[in-house]
């Protein structure tokens, strides 16, 4: 920068500009005055529902109803035949990543973690923790997952079906876990800080808080929680939001908004007078209560509190919605004139009591 500086003053004087680069962060202005380029950068990937390479769902195909409002003239009718229409011919599947060229999926029996390490953003470094209990909304983490993939279809000399962990080499993913409350700059430096760190360059995976999908999730065995930061040191009631769709699969996440308005098909936990409670509504699976129990035991060793079970409608503090015959979490659907197609959820599941939040359809 001095020689740049100097060279500008001597030479170049008011008519040059000058601007650093970093290793990896190439300006596209600059990449494209050499034909030649190639990038050394990290993959980078984003497994949102928005838009994700990372996510593989159903071919997006647009679903034309040719004339179909001219059969209906009443509004109400066209509405709901347009709702059945959608809904027969759309079938959504579960979140798939791709990791090299490889799908995974929460459920699969034939990936095998091998091991796992934590680091924390402070500063503009990354600190290694030794375990990561709770994450909290103003920070940024990093997890670095080691794990094989089995083979698949391999049998033993006598024709036997056979079985052999060892097959195929180590790999390894990072995931870095942005907070709801941290700033750009803050992303940036994760970002930036571990790419300083992995000098292998394997598979960076950016997730946003309320994106993780299933496969982060299922990492920390059902014990995934999302606390507010400003809320840790406050004697008042803590209230935490449980979704998920199986036992391994649940997460539980604070919540600050007011008003607080509870859903009879959720299960919360509360954490309030050393005491740690989970509110059970009256439309919860018992898939949900068992993954909110977890945490909940989790949440009471950790803080050295006492695990009690209340239902719902023994809670005076909050107002309770109960949805209109709800059986599962909705799928939404962007109509247009004459076709539509499906909005796509990392958290779809048949079993799954959320899959949006009201942050994603804005």
């Known amino acids: 920068m001095e ?87 759309c079938h959504p599947s579960e979140n798939v990543m791709i990791l090299e060229e490889t799908e995974l999926r929460s459920s699969d029996k034939n990936v095998f973690t091998e091991g796992l390490r934590y680091y924390k953003l402070v500063g503009e470094a990354l600190e290694e923790i030794d375990e990561l209990y709770e994450f909290f909304d103003q920070d940024c983490y990093v997890i670095e997952w080691k794990y094989r993939v089995e083979r698949i279809g391999i049998r033993k000399l006598d024709g036997t079906p056979g079985r052999d962990h060892e097959t195929g080499r180590q790999r390894v993913a990072f995931f870095y876990w942005l907070g709801r409350n941290t700033t750009k700059k803050e992303q940036g430096l994760c970002a930036l800080a571990l790419r300083n760190r992995d000098k292998n360059r394997h598979v960076h995976i950016r997730i946003e808080q309320g994106s993780e999908p299933p496969l982060l999730v299922s990492l920390f065995s059902g014990k995934f929680i999302i606390s507010t930061a400003e809320n840790v040191n406050t004697s008042g ?73 209340v239902q719902m409608d023994l809670m005076q503090s909050y107002t309770c919605l109960k949805p209109y015959k709800w059986t599962r979490a909705p799928r939404i659907f962007r109509i247009y004139e004459t076709e539509g197609d499906e909005v796509q959820s990392v958290h779809w599941n048949k079993k799954a009591n959320f899959t949006f939040q009201q942050d994603d359809l804005r």
């Open 237 to 309: 009631r803590r209230l935490y939001l449980v979704r998920g769709s199986s036992q391994d699969l649940c997460l539980a996440e604070e919540l600050i908004d007011q008003p607080i308005e509870l859903r009879e098909q959720a299960a919360y936990i509360t954490l309030h007078n050393k005491n740690v409670q989970i509110w059970r509504g009256a439309l919860c699976s018992k898939d949900i209560l068992n993954g909110a129990r977890r945490i909940a035991d989790h949440m009471a060793r950790l803080k050295s509190f006492k695990v009690d079970v």
């Open 3 to 89: 020689y740049a500086e100097n060279l500008k003053t001597t030479r170049a004087k008011n008519w040059a500009l000058i601007r650093k680069l970093n290793e990896g962060l190439n300006d596209c202005l600059f990449r494209y005055k050499f034909p030649d380029w190639k990038s050394l950068s990290p993959k980078v990937e984003t497994p949102q529902w928005k838009a994700s390479p990372l996510l593989i769902s159903p071919p997006r195909k647009k679903i034309a109803s040719p004339g179909i409002e001219e059969s209906y003239k009443d509004d109400n009718e066209l509405a709901k035949n347009l709702a059945d229409y959608f809904a027969y011919k």
